[in-house]
C-alpha cells in the first residue's frame, strides 16, 4: 500500500504547505508548522476530519434536548478513593483520560494499582507499556503487592498493532503508557513529535468512542511543566489530569484540569510509600513544614481545593539583591508575585525593589487561588524585616491592586479548619469574619481587615 502523503498544517492559523518551512508562508508565524498525513483522494474513510468532532461521529437525527434521553455516564469506581474523587466517581465508559506528570512521579505506579483493583472487580483490563518492557511493569507489580495480578500487558508502540488489539479484546480499560512512545505508520516523522502524538491520540478517542473502552493516555510534561504535545490533546480528551508535588517529598497531588464528566476543582491526595501510592483522606496538615520556633518569612495560609481545606506554608526569602534584583516563585505564579510587590510598595510603604525576593509553597503544591496573596505579603514583609510571624498563626484574602483585602469564598470553612488544628491567631478579609459566639472558632484570635496597611498594622501590634 502506499504511504498517504503528508502535508504540514499551521498551528496559529491553519494554513497547510506541501512541504516542512520555517515559516508559515500564510501568517509568516515562525515554527508552527506541523506534519500530518494527507487525506486521502477518496474521501479518506479512514482518516479523521477534525478529532474533535468525533464524540458526535454516528449521524444522528435533530432532536429538542427535552427529548434526548440524559442517562447518567457508566462509571466503574477504580475502588482508590482519592482517584476517583478527581474523576467524579470513577472512570468513564468510553471516556479519554489524559494524565500528566513529571517523570517518576508516580503515574505508572498510580494506574497500575488502579488497573489491578479493575481487574480484580471483574473488569476486561488491559496495560500496554511503550516505555517499559513487561518485566519491568512486573516487578513493579511484585514491589506493590500484587504479584498475583491478572491484568494483561502489552508491550508494544506502534499504533496499527495497539488497535489491532484493542479490536479483538475489547477491554473495558486500557491505559496506553505513555502517549508520547506511541507511533503511527502513516507518518513518517518521529514518535513523540506533535504530528505523531496528535494523529496517534485521534485515533485512540475514536476507538474509545466507537467501542465504550475507557482509555488513560499517560502524558509527559515538558521543562515548563505543560503535557508535551500540542494543545489539542487536551481539547481532545474528556479528562485531563496532572500530578503536582515535589518527587522528593512523599506526597502527591492529583488536579482534575478540565473534566467533562464531573467538577475541575477537585483534588486527590496521595502518600508515596514503598507499596505504592496509598490515599491520604485527610491532608489538611500535610503542607506544613514543622519549625519548633516560629521562623522569620512563613506565613501559613487556608487553601481550598474542591470540598477540602488544607493548611499550606509559604515561605518568603528578601535577601540584597544586585543592580537586576530577582523575584523567583515555586509552586506560586511569578506575575502575581511582582503585582504583590508593586502593592507592598503603594500601599504599605514596604520597598523590595533592591532585593531579591523568592516565595515558595512548601511541599510542591502549586496554588492558584488569590486568596494566597495576603499570606504571600506578610511572609515577604516578615522576611524583609527578619521578624517572625506570631506562632499559630494563619492569614488568607485576595488583595487587589487599590490595597484592598477581598473575601475568600468559602471563609469559615477555612477558619474551622486552622481552628481544629490548634491555630491561635488569624488575620482574614471582614468579610470572612465568623460570628460572634461561634464554639467551632474557639481557641482562635480573627483580626478583620479591610486594606493590606491595616493587616501590616495588625501584624506589628502581635507579639
Ligand atoms: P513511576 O510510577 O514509575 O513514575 P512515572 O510513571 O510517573 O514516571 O514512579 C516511580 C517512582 O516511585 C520511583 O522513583 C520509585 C517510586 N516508587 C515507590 O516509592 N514505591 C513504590 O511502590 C513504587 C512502585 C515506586
Ligand atoms: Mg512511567
Not at 472512570?91 to 489524559?98: D, F, H, Y
Not at 513529535?193 to 502524558?219: D, F, P
Not at 506562632?391 to 477558619?415: C, M
Given at each position: 500500500m502506499a504511504k498517504d502523503k503528508s502535508i504540514y498544517t499551521c498551528t496559529e492559523c491553519g494554513?497547510?504547505?506541501?512541504?516542512?518551512?520555517?515559516?508559515?508562508?500564510?501568517?509568516?508565524?515562525?515554527?508552527?508548522?506541523?506534519?500530518?498525513?494527507?487525506?486521502?483522494?477518496?474521501?479518506?474513510?479512514?482518516?479523521?476530519?477534525?478529532?474533535?468532532?468525533?464524540?458526535?461521529?454516528?449521524?444522528?437525527e435533530v432532536l429538542p434536548l427535552s427529548q434526548i434521553e440524559a442517562a447518567d455516564f457508566d462509571r466503574h469506581p477504580t475502588g482508590i478513593d482519592e482517584l476517583d474523587r478527581v474523576l467524579g466517581g470513577g472512570m468513564v465508559e468510553g471516556g479519554v483520560v489524559l494524565i500528566g506528570g513529571d517523570p517518576g512521579i508516580g503515574k505508572s505506579t498510580l494506574l497500575l494499582q488502579a488497573v489491578d483493583a479493575l481487574q480484580r472487580g471483574g473488569m476486561n483490563t488491559l496495560y500496554v507499556t511503550g516505555e517499559e518492557s513487561g518485566a519491568q511493569v512486573a516487578m513493579r507489580s511484585r514491589r506493590l503487592g500484587?504479584?498475583?495480578s491478572q491484568v494483561p500487558v502489552l508491550p508494544e508502540i506502534q499504533l496499527e498493532k495497539i488497535l489491532?488489539?484493542?479490536?479483538?479484546?475489547?477491554?473495558?480499560?486500557?491505559?496506553?503508557?505513555?502517549?508520547?512512545?506511541?507511533?503511527?505508520?502513516?507518518?513518517?516523522?518521529?514518535?513523540?513529535?506533535?504530528?505523531q502524538v496528535?494523529?496517534?491520540?485521534?485515533?485512540?478517542?475514536?476507538?474509545?468512542?466507537?467501542?465504550?473502552?475507557?482509555?488513560?493516555?499517560v502524558g509527559h510534561v515538558t521543562k515548563e511543566g505543560a503535557l508535551a504535545g500540542p494543545r489539542?490533546?487536551?481539547?481532545?480528551?474528556?479528562?485531563?489530569?496532572?500530578?503536582?508535588?515535589?518527587?522528593?517529598?512523599?506526597?502527591?497531588?492529583?488536579?482534575?484540569?478540565?473534566?467533562?464528566?464531573?467538577?475541575?476543582?477537585?483534588?486527590?491526595?496521595?502518600?508515596?510509600?514503598?507499596?505504592?501510592?496509598?490515599?491520604?483522606?485527610?491532608?489538611?496538615?500535610?503542607?506544613?513544614?514543622?519549625?519548633?520556633?516560629?521562623?522569620?518569612?512563613?506565613?501559613?495560609?487556608?487553601?481550598?481545593?474542591?470540598?477540602?481545606?488544607?493548611?499550606?506554608?509559604?515561605q518568603a526569602l528578601v535577601d540584597s539583591g544586585g543592580p537586576s534584583p530577582r523575584r523567583l516563585s515555586v509552586g506560586l505564579e511569578r506575575d502575581r508575585l511582582a503585582m504583590l510587590l508593586a502593592v507592598?510598595?503603594?500601599?504599605?510603604?514596604?520597598?523590595?525593589?533592591?532585593?531579591?525576593?523568592?516565595?515558595?509553597?512548601?511541599?510542591?503544591?502549586?496554588?492558584?487561588e488569590p486568596a494566597a496573596d495576603l499570606a504571600?505579603?506578610?511572609?515577604?514583609?516578615?522576611?524583609?524585616?527578619?521578624?517572625?510571624?506570631?506562632?499559630?498563626?494563619?492569614?488568607?484574602?485576595?488583595?487587589?491592586?487599590?490595597?484592598?483585602?477581598?473575601?475568600?469564598?468559602?471563609?469559615?470553612?477555612?477558619?474551622?479548619?486552622?481552628?481544629?488544628?490548634?491555630?491561635?491567631?488569624?488575620?482574614?478579609?471582614?468579610?470572612?469574619?465568623p460570628k460572634k459566639g461561634d464554639k467551632a472558632f474557639e481557641g482562635l484570635t480573627v483580626y478583620p481587615v479591610e486594606r493590606i496597611e491595616e493587616a501590616m498594622?495588625?501584624?506589628?501590634?502581635l507579639d
Amino acid at each position: 500500500m502506499a504511504k498517504d502523503k503528508s502535508i504540514y498544517t499551521c498551528t496559529e492559523c491553519g494554513g497547510t504547505s506541501a512541504r516542512w518551512m520555517g515559516k508559515c508562508p500564510h501568517c509568516n508565524a515562525w515554527n508552527t508548522l506541523i506534519e500530518s498525513a494527507a487525506e486521502a483522494a477518496s474521501g479518506g474513510k479512514n482518516r479523521l476530519g477534525s478529532a474533535q468532532y468525533q464524540a458526535l461521529a454516528p449521524s444522528s437525527e435533530v432532536l429538542p434536548l427535552s427529548q434526548i434521553e440524559a442517562a447518567d455516564f457508566d462509571r466503574h469506581p477504580t475502588g482508590i478513593d482519592e482517584l476517583d474523587r478527581v474523576l467524579g466517581g470513577g472512570m468513564v465508559e468510553g471516556g479519554v483520560v489524559l494524565i500528566g506528570g513529571d517523570p517518576g512521579i508516580g503515574k505508572s505506579t498510580l494506574l497500575l494499582q488502579a488497573v489491578d483493583a479493575l481487574q480484580r472487580g471483574g473488569m476486561n483490563t488491559l496495560y500496554v507499556t511503550g516505555e517499559e518492557s513487561g518485566a519491568q511493569v512486573a516487578m513493579r507489580s511484585r514491589r506493590l503487592g500484587l504479584p498475583d495480578s491478572q491484568v494483561p500487558v502489552l508491550p508494544e508502540i506502534q499504533l496499527e498493532k495497539i488497535l489491532h488489539t484493542l479490536q479483538t479484546r475489547q477491554p473495558n480499560i486500557a491505559i496506553i503508557d505513555s502517549i508520547q512512545t506511541v507511533y503511527s505508520d502513516q507518518l513518517t516523522s518521529a514518535p513523540g513529535s506533535v504530528a505523531q502524538v496528535r494523529e496517534c491520540a485521534a485515533h485512540l478517542t475514536r476507538t474509545a468512542k466507537a467501542t465504550g473502552t475507557t482509555i488513560v493516555l499517560v502524558g509527559h510534561v515538558t521543562k515548563e511543566g505543560a503535557l508535551a504535545g500540542p494543545r489539542v490533546l487536551e481539547h481532545m480528551v474528556d479528562t485531563v489530569l496532572y500530578f503536582e508535588g515535589d518527587t522528593h517529598s512523599n506526597f502527591r497531588l492529583i488536579r482534575a484540569i478540565k473534566n467533562r464528566f464531573g467538577a475541575v476543582n477537585e483534588i486527590g491526595v496521595f502518600a508515596m510509600t514503598e507499596k505504592g501510592l496509598k490515599g491520604v483522606s485527610n491532608p489538611s496538615a500535610i503542607f506544613l513544614s514543622q519549625h519548633s520556633e516560629p521562623v522569620p518569612g512563613s506565613c501559613v495560609m487556608v487553601t481550598l481545593e474542591g470540598t477540602r481545606p488544607m493548611l499550606v506554608e509559604i515561605q518568603a526569602l528578601v535577601d540584597s539583591g544586585g543592580p537586576s534584583p530577582r523575584r523567583l516563585s515555586v509552586g506560586l505564579e511569578r506575575d502575581r508575585l511582582a503585582m504583590l510587590l508593586a502593592v507592598l510598595h503603594r500601599h504599605a510603604g514596604v520597598a523590595c525593589m533592591d532585593q531579591d525576593v523568592f516565595v515558595n509553597a512548601v511541599g510542591g503544591v502549586h496554588i492558584r487561588e488569590p486568596a494566597a496573596d495576603l499570606a504571600v505579603m506578610l511572609a515577604i514583609t516578615s522576611s524583609l524585616r527578619g521578624k517572625p510571624l506570631p506562632k499559630g498563626f494563619i492569614a488568607f484574602g485576595e488583595v487587589g491592586l487599590a490595597g484592598e483585602v477581598r473575601p475568600a469564598p468559602r471563609g469559615q470553612e477555612r477558619l474551622k479548619e486552622a481552628a481544629k488544628l490548634g491555630f491561635k491567631t488569624a488575620v482574614v478579609p471582614k468579610a470572612n469574619m465568623p460570628k460572634k459566639g461561634d464554639k467551632a472558632f474557639e481557641g482562635l484570635t480573627v483580626y478583620p481587615v479591610e486594606r493590606i496597611e491595616e493587616a501590616m498594622q495588625v501584624v506589628r501590634g502581635l507579639d
